[in-house]
């Protein structure tokens, strides 16, 4: 009687951390092979921890965890989860490619439900067609994982399976996750580091990617020590990455964190008052680290500012702003569909805001090289159009005052 629920997730360069989920306690096996070559020749050994939910029926369920390693980079490998007592259908996921030249391709949103999971399907339909190496969910999972007995977060899982399966699916967590201190997040997540999936930052081509939890300035009765602990290790990990021997081999720095700075929406949440608290716990700190992106959801809609720095738009020119930003550049999509519907904007926005739509959809990214971001909007209304697209150039990386003084 034991139900898979499957999800892969990135670990260290050459190695894939397989997730699963099952109802009895069983041993923790993935067998797994290339493609071309004999269908499941090796076998990894994981575990499995016991995770109790805190509705009332304490239901339990068993997480199980292996990590691949030694992988052939961009080689594609078959492989099932299980064990003897059952096995999982038979997927397929490719090693990341680990050079600083790859040019990774990306899908990212948030505030993705199992009721009305709008741009589902077409997002299957893409990550099966091999249009991503990566996935990044920018926190709010199922509406809400811990519901009916974490029976809505069983659900969820297996209705991501069918991407989450086949490339490595990256999150962080949103104010949906927060019942029990986040505890369905938690332990159904497996991302780097040794944080419980919180926070954490990954290399990938030319970048280095940092994902964040918001959370810990909103959920104070879970400890504000959270808080400084995330910031003393954001701090330390953008001191690293801005190390002149890491910055140049990984220029690009990307944050995804669930609530944003900056919104225009007419809903009165956060981040449409000035004095947001995200923006003095990070905004600083992003700046004089010489953030280039930072990637939100929340609102559920797709906004893309101008490059903006304590509520000033610093573009790299008037003719072309994004070209040698003086500033982070900001991007909200958090219209991947969920039973909240979408939002509505205000109608006289700040003149930071460049872009809004109301359209369920999501965002494509791709880190072309060093110097070359691309980012587009996907509308699902419109089936699959475009409808926004912008190149963010940066030949120097870094503080702005450093950019500046080449």
């Given at each position: 009687g034991s139900i898979l629920i499957e999800r892969s997730t990135l670990y260290l360069?050459?190695?894939?951390?397989?997730?699963?989920?099952?109802?009895?306690?069983?041993?923790?096996?993935?067998?797994?092979?290339?493609?071309?070559?004999r269908l499941f020749e090796m076998t990894s050994k994981?575990?499995?921890?016991?995770?109790?939910?805190?509705?009332?029926?304490?239901?339990?369920?068993?997480?199980?965890?292996?990590i691949l390693t030694g992988l052939k980079p961009a080689a594609t490998y078959l492989y099932h989860c299980g064990s003897d007592e059952?096995?999982?259908?038979?997927f397929s996921f490719t090693a990341l490619n680990d050079s600083t030249c790859f040019s990774p391709k990306f899908a990212l949103y948030g505030d993705l439900g199992n009721e009305n999971p709008q741009s589902l399907a077409r997002l299957q339909k893409e990550t099966q067609l091999g249009m991503y190496d990566v996935i990044l969910h920018i926190g709010d999972f199922a509406y809400d994982m811990h519901e009916d007995n974490a029976r809505i977060g069983d659900e969820f899982m297996r209705q991501i399976q069918s991407i989450a399966a086949y490339v490595p699916y990256m999150t962080c967590p949103g104010n949906h996750e927060a019942a029990y201190n986040f505890s369905n997040y938690r332990n159904r997540f497996?991302?780097?580091?040794?944080?419980?999936?919180?926070?954490y930052s990954w290399n990938l081509g030319s970048a280095h990617i940092i994902s964040l939890s918001t959370e810990v300035y909103f959920y104070l009765e879970f400890g504000k020590e959270l808080l400084f602990k995330q910031y003393e290790w954001l701090k330390k990990d953008l001191e690293e990455a801005n190390l002149p021997e890491n910055r140049a081999v990984r220029p690009w720095i990307i944050t995804m964190g669930h609530r944003p700075m900056y919104c225009s929406d007419d809903d009165l949440d956060d981040c449409t008052r000035f004095d947001s608290y995200v923006s003095p716990g990070l905004e600083d700190l992003f700046y004089r680290y010489g953030v280039d992106l930072e990637l939100w959801a929340h609102e559920h809609t797709y906004e893309r500012l101008w490059p903006v720095y304590g509520d000033k738009v610093y573009n790299g020119s008037s003719e072309q702003p994004y070209v040698n930003p003086k500033a982070p550049v900001h991007?909200?999509?958090?219209?991947a569909g969920c039973r909240e519907k979408t939002d509505t904007f205000n109608p006289n926005p700040k003149e930071w805001s460049a872009f809004r739509s109301t359209d369920y959809g999501y965002t494509r990214m791709q880190v072309v090289n060093t110097t070359h971001?691309?980012?587009e909007q996907v509308s699902d209304d419109q089936y699959g159009k475009v409808i926004d697209s912008i190149w963010v150039v940066k030949?120097?990386?870094g503080h702005p005052s450093i950019a500046l003084s080449r």
């Amino acid at each position: 009687g034991s139900i898979l629920i499957e999800r892969s997730t990135l670990y260290l360069p050459g190695s894939m951390e397989v997730t699963w989920t099952t109802f009895n306690k069983t041993e923790s096996l993935v067998e797994y092979g290339l493609v071309g070559g004999r269908l499941f020749e090796m076998t990894s050994k994981g575990y499995s921890t016991l995770f109790v939910d805190s509705g009332h029926e304490k239901r339990h369920m068993y997480i199980h965890r292996v990590i691949l390693t030694g992988l052939k980079p961009a080689a594609t490998y078959l492989y099932h989860c299980g064990s003897d007592e059952g096995w999982s259908d038979v997927f397929s996921f490719t090693a990341l490619n680990d050079s600083t030249c790859f040019s990774p391709k990306f899908a990212l949103y948030g505030d993705l439900g199992n009721e009305n999971p709008q741009s589902l399907a077409r997002l299957q339909k893409e990550t099966q067609l091999g249009m991503y190496d990566v996935i990044l969910h920018i926190g709010d999972f199922a509406y809400d994982m811990h519901e009916d007995n974490a029976r809505i977060g069983d659900e969820f899982m297996r209705q991501i399976q069918s991407i989450a399966a086949y490339v490595p699916y990256m999150t962080c967590p949103g104010n949906h996750e927060a019942a029990y201190n986040f505890s369905n997040y938690r332990n159904r997540f497996s991302m780097p580091g040794q944080t419980e999936s919180l926070w954490y930052s990954w290399n990938l081509g030319s970048a280095h990617i940092i994902s964040l939890s918001t959370e810990v300035y909103f959920y104070l009765e879970f400890g504000k020590e959270l808080l400084f602990k995330q910031y003393e290790w954001l701090k330390k990990d953008l001191e690293e990455a801005n190390l002149p021997e890491n910055r140049a081999v990984r220029p690009w720095i990307i944050t995804m964190g669930h609530r944003p700075m900056y919104c225009s929406d007419d809903d009165l949440d956060d981040c449409t008052r000035f004095d947001s608290y995200v923006s003095p716990g990070l905004e600083d700190l992003f700046y004089r680290y010489g953030v280039d992106l930072e990637l939100w959801a929340h609102e559920h809609t797709y906004e893309r500012l101008w490059p903006v720095y304590g509520d000033k738009v610093y573009n790299g020119s008037s003719e072309q702003p994004y070209v040698n930003p003086k500033a982070p550049v900001h991007i909200i999509t958090g219209s991947a569909g969920c039973r909240e519907k979408t939002d509505t904007f205000n109608p006289n926005p700040k003149e930071w805001s460049a872009f809004r739509s109301t359209d369920y959809g999501y965002t494509r990214m791709q880190v072309v090289n060093t110097t070359h971001l691309y980012l587009e909007q996907v509308s699902d209304d419109q089936y699959g159009k475009v409808i926004d697209s912008i190149w963010v150039v940066k030949e120097k990386h870094g503080h702005p005052s450093i950019a500046l003084s080449r």
